[in-house]
């Protein structure tokens, strides 16, 4: 898997058929919270992100964030490769592949975990399936863009996971872009079921270019 994903971004690297756009962002979040859980112990944590997505659908980017276990790690870097259509104007599709990586703890890269994913949308309705296939266990996602179903003015929409021991987590979002839409605002709440202490609240602030 590993070696298709490396294969994957050199041919996106290489290829002239395909025109590629960059893009990326960097901001601050009070709190990194993912699938229910804190990963910052709550506390503020440094973001960003760079990526490219050719013309034709393939996709590649790097995504980083403090995070903070009370232990010697002090970062998480995924890399993902994907592919992504639309099959009409209703129904998309994004399936791929995401590696986590840490800084600072004692886990080589070759060891870290890898999810493969894909994700079917319906209009503003979303549900993806994430699979550790060296773990053998999956989280099921799901998501509503609730300012396309009643036209409002910003972001807003609700989420809800869950994973294979049935904790549930869910939650809402908010967002805006102001400035040509290179700032974008955004907040979360989140509920889980294990009840995570400093899971729940997020404010974050991005430059994006």
């Known amino acids: 898997m590993k ?3 490396f294969a994957t971004v050199l041919g996106l690297m290489s290829s002239t058929a395909y025109a590629v756009e960059f893009d990326g962002s960097a901001g601050v979040v009070s ?21 490219l997505t050719t013309e034709k659908g393939f ?3 790097a995504w980083g964030s403090q995070v903070d276990y009370g232990d010697d790690t002090t970062a998480e870097v ?3 490769v994907g592919f992504s259509n639309d099959i009409n104007e209703v129904v ?6 995401i590696k986590y990586s840490y800084t600072g703890d004692d886990v080589d890269f070759k060891d870290d975990a890898g999810e493969v994913f ?26 509503v863009a609730i300012s396309d179903i009643l036209g409002i003015p910003f972001d807003a929409g ?6 294979d021991n049935s904790d549930m987590d869910a939650g809402i979002t908010l967002g805006n ?33």
């Open 78 to 80: 995924d890399l993902t």
């Open 177 to 209: 872009s102001f400035i040509d839409d290179k700032i974008n605002v955004s907040y979360s709440y989140t509920w889980s079921e294990t009840d995570v202490e400093d899971s729940a609240h997020s404010l974050g602030i991005f430059y994006t270019f």
């Open 92 to 97: 998309s599709y994004d399936v791929g592949y």
């Open 31 to 51: 709190n990194y919270v993912w699938r229910g859980a804190t990963q910052s112990d709550g506390k503020p944590a440094l973001q960003g992100s760079v990526g």
């Open 158 to 163: 609700v989420f809800a996971g869950r994973n």
């Open 3 to 5: 070696k298709l994903a």
């Open 118 to 143: 894909g994700t079917l949308s319906l209009g503003p309705v979303s549900g993806t399936i994430f699979r550790d296939m060296d773990n053998e266990t999956s989280y099921y996602a799901g998501s």
């Open 59 to 61: 996709y590649a980017n």
